[in-house]
């Protein structure tokens, strides 16, 4: 028996890094899974590893940006498992420049994912929740939200919007017993942060107390505190996931 049987969870770009450990959390608690992601080819050995644990997932190939197919994905997952107890807003993008050289595109582009993104999912999953008077939302945003860093004013932009919507939306639906929590990741070991060059990981590992970067798994772990049945009262948090890179 899991803490999560019979709870039915969407997690957005979760073919890879944090949102793949999360999938895998969910799924060994007992959840069934959606998962999203923009390349989807990608999917298909998660979803194979799922099945051969005996649970369930259904893949989409749903960009969080198309308001569309956003809504389509949550009327078949409603339509195969009946409801949506648990949403993880996952799928993220990073574009950096300075500002003085940042395209506008770039803006544009990480604004998009990161931000509207988590706010189509979002709206889209709210009735399923309101109606059963039950709900969790975790949107994952980033230490650099709370501490700033140089070369990420689109992405810092998209995440401090992200908490914002966080605390918006938890106080929104905080008496249909619904929770609305942010993680803020500090430096996770995952694609994302594999490309970047040795001396940027150097400096980063630098300012961390703890001296090394976090694991994929221990943001999930986060994500399935935050959707545990005891955590019920805690709403509009923004849960720090840093080694001690940034203490608020
Ligand atoms: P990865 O780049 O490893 O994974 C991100 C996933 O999101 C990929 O599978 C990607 O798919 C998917 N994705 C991207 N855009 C979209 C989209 N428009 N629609 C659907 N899926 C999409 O990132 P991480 O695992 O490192 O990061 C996960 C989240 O955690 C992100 O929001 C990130 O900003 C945040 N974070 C990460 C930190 C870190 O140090 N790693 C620190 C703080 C926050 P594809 O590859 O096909 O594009």
């Known amino acids: 028996m899991g803490s999560?049987?019979?709870?039915?969870?969407?997690?957005?770009?979760?073919?890879?890094g944090i949102g793949r450990a999360t999938v895998m959390a969910l799924v060994k608690e007992g959840a069934k899974v959606a998962i999203t992601n923009i390349r989807c080819a990608k999917l298909d050995q998660t979803i194979q590893e799922i099945k051969d644990m005996g649970g369930d997932a259904l893949k989409f190939c749903v960009d969080v940006t198309d308001v569309e197919a956003v809504q389509e994905m949550v009327d078949q997952t409603?339509?195969?498992?009946?409801?949506?107890?648990?949403?993880?807003?996952?799928?993220?993008?990073?574009?950096?420049?300075?500002?003085?050289?940042?395209?506008?595109?770039?803006?544009?582009?990480?604004?998009?994912?990161?931000l509207d993104g988590t706010f189509y999912c979002t709206r889209a999953v709210l009735p399923s929740m309101v109606r059963q008077r039950w709900g969790r939302i975790v949107n994952i945003a980033s230490v650099v939200a709370q501490a700033g860093n140089v070369g990420q004013a689109n992405y810092i932009a998209s995440k401090a919007g992200i908490i914002g919507l966080t605390k918006a939306v938890a106080a929104e639906v905080a008496r249909r017993n619904i929770t609305v929590n942010a993680i803020a990741p500090g430096f996770i070991a995952t694609p994302m942060t594999e490309v970047l060059a040795p001396e940027i990981k150097e400096k980063m590992l630098s300012v961390i107390p703890m001296g090394r970067m976090g694991t994929d798994l221990e943001v999930a772990h986060g994500v399935l505190f935050l959707v545990s049945p005891e955590t019920s009262y805690i709403t509009g948090h923004v849960?720090?996931?840093?080694?001690?890179?940034?203490?608020?």
């Open 78 to 114: 409603i339509a195969n498992w009946g409801k949506i107890d648990i949403l993880v807003n996952n799928a993220g993008i990073t574009k950096d420049n300075l500002v003085m050289r940042m395209k506008t595109a770039d803006w544009a582009a990480v604004l998009k994912t990161n």
């Open 4 to 16: 999560l049987d019979g709870r039915v969870a969407i997690v957005t770009g979760g073919a890879q």
């Open 239 to 248: 849960l720090n996931i840093n080694g001690g890179m940034y203490m608020a």
